[in-house]
């Protein structure tokens, strides 16, 4: 009878310092890695597009340079118009604000002591500071790791640069990574890579048909119901909503102030907390499941470790793309005979 002598010191030593030493890796290299995932991440929301137009015999390389030339349009003519409606709320914030304040002692006097202490002091010292020059602050989150050298203008080129170059690449730089470990494991490595970049791009494209659907439909619910700057509340709450588990309730939360200082009214915010939920339920439980048909695998605990992993990693970049990177881990884990108690570790799979 062969005895059992348990895990050895390597078996627990050698994953621990590889995911160390990654780990350090993606922090400390982030000035590269934070844009070019993000172009890869473009990319692959680009290139069915491109797919189309190549099966029309339009040229591959006009073909990436009409779809990045339209989306760079697009994502303008979007920024510019929340970036007016942002400017605009940012001068308006501190008489919301106040308004706010009287309306909660007149409706909610049962409130805490202690939040009642922190929103008369804390934040009316805050909102005093506030000028719309601040929000030069958000790109240094989002673009972690390189906001501090570049402006946001200068990163969103770099990214659009880079995703011209990644999709002109990408018929080319597929074919080399069939024959990264020799031409003997080609068949292997293209199942793999294969494995990698569908469930990814599946993701990847279904998230962003959704999220742009959602700040579609939230943006015209708000402005049907009379919500003030509906285009950035409905376009926040739908990226937070990319975020596992809070991101839907903490999306809600602006529009619900909103209604109250608008409506002074309980049962507004009541009813935009409900229209927001609702459309949210009806995309977490019906549609997304419906348009991903398992093409993710992976436990609910891993996407939330992973977004709270990444996050600290990358910032918002991070958690936008925990879970399509953690797919990638997990098909490569998959793949690899010595990982696969990892791959196992990731999956949502119940036996």
């Known amino acids: 009878m062969e005895k059992d002598n348990g895990l050895s010191l390597n078996e627990i030593a050698i994953p621990i310092l590889a995911l160390s030493a990654f780990t350090a890796l993606c922090y400390f290299a982030a000035v590269v890695l934070v844009p070019t995932v993000m172009a890869i991440t473009m990319a692959y929301v680009l290139w069915p597009v491109i797919a189309r137009l190549k099966k029309w015999k339009v040229p591959h390389v006009v073909s990436v340079l009409l779809v990045v030339f339209l989306t760079v349009i697009l994502v303008s003519l979007v920024g510019l118009l929340i970036y007016g409606e942002g400017s605009d709320f940012v001068s308006t914030v501190p008489e919301y604000w106040a308004q706010f304040q009287q309306l909660r002692v007149e409706k909610l006097p049962e409130m805490p002591a202690i939040l009642d202490t922190l929103v008369n002091t804390k934040v009316d010292e805050l909102l005093k500071k506030i000028d719309i020059t601040s929000l030069s602050s958000v790109p240094k989150y989002f673009f972690k790791g390189v906001g501090s050298v570049l402006s946001f203008l200068g990163q969103a080129v770099l990214v659009f640069l880079l995703t011209i170059f990644v999709l002109i690449e990408q018929p080319a730089y597929h074919r080399r990574l069939r024959n990264i470990f020799g031409s003997g494991r080609s068949r ?37 119901g009379g919500i003030k700057y509906a285009y950035i509340w409905g ?4 990226i937070l909503n990319l975020v596992p588990y809070v991101g839907a309730y903490v999306g809600a939360v602006p529009p619900m102030i909103m209604a109250f200082v608008q ?27 419906r348009m991903l048909q398992g093409t993710l695998n992976i436990s609910l605990l891993a996407q939330l470790v992973s977004t709270i992993y990444w996050g600290w990693l990358w910032g918002a970049v991070g958690i936008i793309l925990a879970v399509p990177i953690t797919a990638a881990v997990k098909v490569f884990c998959d793949n690899v005979e010595s990982l696969k108690p990892f791959g196992l570790l990731l999956s949502g799979d119940e036996s």
Not at 273 to 283: H, N, R, S, T
């Open 188 to 224: 292997a490595t293209s199942d793999m890579v294969d494995q990698v970049s569908g469930r990814i791009a599946g993701y990847i494209w279904v998230k962003f048909i959704t999220t742009v659907g959602l700040a579609i439909v939230f943006s015209i619910g708000l402005l049907i």
């Open 235 to 238: 376009t926040v709450a739908a």
């Open 263 to 289: 409506f002074n009214s309980l049962s507004a915010v009541l009813l935009v907390l409900g229209f927001i939920l609702a459309v949210q339920l009806v995309e977490s439980y019906v549609i997304t499941p």
